[in-house]
């Protein structure tokens, strides 16, 4: 009987490991005495696109850099796949950190057939790259002689390489005009639709927002966050609604008990939940009561909000705690 | 032997792609290779007597060996200062920092590095080898005893190999190949500067700076010496010089010192 619990036990735990991507543990990184990255822990499931998130110096780039083995932790662990870390396990994912690094003086086929080499897998399929992000036509021009953009499409080439089972980009739209992050924005999509795991670190929320089903929310070195977009924040959202007669509206509206705060601006008047309720159900009550809308919406707060109230309720913590002590 | 053949095949990707790198390289080894042939038609001259080398049996067995591998380490400088760069542009590019990412260990890095070194000395030991060789079954007459002195070939492998080693291991302390090099030249101007002030008011049969990195590699390779009295009675003026096995036992645990510092360097940066 005991031995039954335990067996499945462990092959839940196996299939669990399976769909694991990444796993990170107690991750810590002390310059001197700054603590860049404090006591990490997160791990990353399997088909997802993770949007790593903070302001700037909250320690991503960092934690990335340790991870990709090129910046020494002072403390913690990590697994890729389930595996003690390797630099075959390197072989597997594919990188790009800040800015595109390559070799100016070679052309973009020759940038990539070095990046096979260590690799270890054959040169056909840089053309095969080069194509998806665009830059066949460009493959024998010099790397120096690219745009930014190409650039940084070079660099996604560069990390699709191996076929990679997990994708890290580091900022891939930093400094890339408008109708570069579309296309950059189109092709991290497209390897999203492959199946691929994504980690994106990006402090452009709307970008998260747009691409990333999941978050790790950092600040000041620690995750404050890790799950899904949209249990990011249990707040139930909000109300906005428009009619001719806004006093009324507002009267109304005060007098039900479903509203914590509502707050009037020129032409729309907006009302936060405290309980449940739809938007049809609402509707309903107001025409009964007389009152004939012209807008109504209901929202929640956009990633940035949330992020922005994460953020400032770890702040409020700190400081509550500082007074306390 | 696959993942070296793999290490060398990346750095000759990175090396042979670039022009510069590539150009410095072939004249290098275009010229250390006419040298064999350059020797024997440069007559310096001294107070407008032009000297032939060659008729003061600068090419004779087994003189040859200590003469042109003196004369052909003066080449290495400019080895040196493609290692060095070779380097410091993986930092300047940060293509290092893509390189460990794409899969490349920190230990596959240096080994590439200098395996490349080891090529260039390897390649270099052998064309001055069949200089000599060439030179020598020229000019001597009655060659007996072909090898004596060959070991200074030995010597010249090497000090090269020891001077890429500290050229290996400053590129990688300092990142930037101006002071990477400039730091290479003021140890040498450094160590001969101890070594004279060793020298001052001692008279020793052995000094202790000459133990020093850049004097024990130097002692490798003596200066040719010569004997002018020799001139009148018409035998070799040239006296073959010492090849000491103690300079040999430094060079390679200096060697293994730089190397074992640069791969402490390398592992313990963050990038």
Known sequence: MFFHVFRENSTFAKI??????????????HFGSLVAVDDISFSVEKGNVYGLLGPNGSGKTTTLGMILNVVNPTKGTWRWFGKTHSSDSLKKIGAIIERPNFYPYLSAAKNLEIVATIKQIPFSRIDEKLELVDLLHRKNDRFSAFSLGMKQRLAIAAALLNNPEALILDEP???????????????????????????????????????CSHVVVLNKGKSIYCGAVEKMSNELGYFELGTADIDELVNTLANMPYFEKITRNQKLVSATLKTDLNAEELNRMLVNQGIFLNHLVKRKDNLEQQFLNLIKNETDITINNNRMA | MKQILRLITI???????????????????????????????????????????????????PYVWQNITYFADFGSICLGIIIITNITNEYTYRTIKQNLIDGLTKKEFLLSKLLVSLIFAVLSTLIVFIACLILGLAYTENPDSIFKGVEFVLGYFLKLSVFFSFCTLLAVLVRKSGFAFMLVILWRFGETIILGIEKFGSHSSFYLSNLLPGNAAANLLPFPSIKLQNFITGEPIFALGEFQAEYCIAAIVYMAIFIFLSYRLLKKRDL
Request: no cysteine.
């Open chain 1, 16 to 29: 669990k490991n399976m769909n694991t991507v990444l796993e990170i543990d107690k991750l810590s990184k």
């Open chain 1, 173 to 211: 739209t930093n400094g890339l005009d408008p109708q570069g992050i579309i296309k950059i924005r189109e092709i991290i999509k497209q390897i999203a639709n492959m199946g691929t795991t994504i980690i994106l670190a990006s402090h452009l929320l709307d970008e998260v927002e747009k691409i």
């Open chain 2, 11 to 61: 750095e000759w990707r990175k090396i042979y792609s670039y022009k510069t790198a590539r150009v410095s390289i072939i004249l290098y080894f275009a010229l250390l290779a006419a040298m064999g042939y350059l020797v024997t038609v440069i007559e310096p001259s001294f107070n407008n007597i032009s000297i032939e080398l060659a008729k003061l049996g600068a090419y004779l067995f």
